[in-house]
């Protein structure tokens, strides 16, 4: 964690992030998959319960590194983050072993992250210069986890 006095506006803004480590190192396609329909399907659970939070300026971000695992990042005045990082690892949690889900939610989720990953290939030449400048500069990681393209998608 850290914080910061706003010696300002006198707010208090404090930062915390969470890491999962996972045991493995890389990450398949599969797992690549995976991962980005539990971010989607989390932020989706979150939307609604964390927009007065936006608005008061309390965010947060979830990502997902073949490097070290699962991190979670909050920012924002201190005197009501611990409300938020709760809200959002209950509902990572719910969402990762799948309680309080909806079928029918997740199929319009499904299908609109599939066109994502579809239609990445239209993307603008610089949006993909940077995508893949950004790999060449990545040591050490997988680079077909970050591959927005997934193989299995590309059918």
Do not use: M
Not at 78 to 96: F, I, T
Request: contains cysteine; negative net charge.
């Amino acid at each position: 964690g850290f914080y910061k006095l706003d010696t300002e506006f006198k707010r208090p803004k404090a930062i915390i992030r969470l890491e999962w480590i996972l045991p493995f190192k890389c990450f398949t396609h599969d797992d690549a998959i995976v991962l980005t329909l539990l971010e989607t399907l989390l932020l989706d659970v979150l939307a609604e319960e964390t927009y007065d939070a936006e608005l008061a300026f309390l965010n947060f971000s979830l990502n997902f590194s073949s490097e070290k695992g699962i991190s979670l990042s909050f920012s924002g005045f201190n005197d009501r983050l611990p409300e938020l990082v709760d809200l959002v690892c209950s509902k990572l949690a719910q969402v990762a072993t799948g309680q309080g889900l909806d079928a029918a939610r997740f199929a319009p989720l499904l299908e609109w992250q599939t066109r994502n990953w579809a239609n990445w290939s239209k993307e603008q030449p610089y949006t993909h210069a940077r995508h893949f400048h950004d790999l060449a500069l990545t040591v050490g990681q997988n680079t077909n986890t970050r591959f927005p393209i997934p193989a299995t998608a590309q059918r």
